[in-house]
């Protein structure tokens, strides 16, 4: 079995080329302001510039307007765009067809009624995203990356239009599990390569790369 891997909030040179020489199928670059992954356009035009192809850059946005995205696809190409906020799905249909580029959208659970609601979204996206809904009374939480789990078990046997990975709270402790469970063929990290909100860690994006591709 292959698992795909997509590493996010990468935002450093060094964490770049671990991610890289890992095997990381994508990486995605956070354009959301309150985010400690946030990019400027700078680095984000050169850490684009140093992915190879065959592995897919993804531009990460939470709520953004075409203005945003446009500017920051002016700076840095990318392969994909992803939506982590509450975009609808007419606004994911919208941006692929103002962009030209596949998205994905990200969308949150706590229920089996989040995953009833994604339906909607696999009707439009390219891919679908499922991480974990922050407690309402969290108010510091952020749209993703919060090092949250849900319920796996939601997601096993149901099927989709389109492809889809499991995100939320996962590391290379859990991996095997969590896919087992939710039996998920690629899988998005953030915190779990991490050793502070923010700090990807070479050694860490390593061992979650490693430990994907030993299933």
Known sequence: MTIAVKICGVNSKVAMTAAIYGGAALVGL????????FLSLELAAELSAMVPKGTWR??????????????????????????HGDESPERVAEAKARFGLPVIKAIKIATSDDIASAKAFDAVADYLLFDALAPAEDKDALPGGNALKFDWRLLKGTTWNHPWMLSGGLDANNLAQAIETAGALAVDVSSGVETGPGQKDPVLIQSFLEAASQL
């Open 30 to 37: 956070m354009f959301y302001p309150p985010s400690p992954r």
């Open 58 to 83: 993804v531009g990460v946005f939470v709520d953004a307007d075409d203005d945003t995205i446009a500017k920051t696809l002016k700076a840095a190409p990318f392969d994909m765009l992803q939506f």
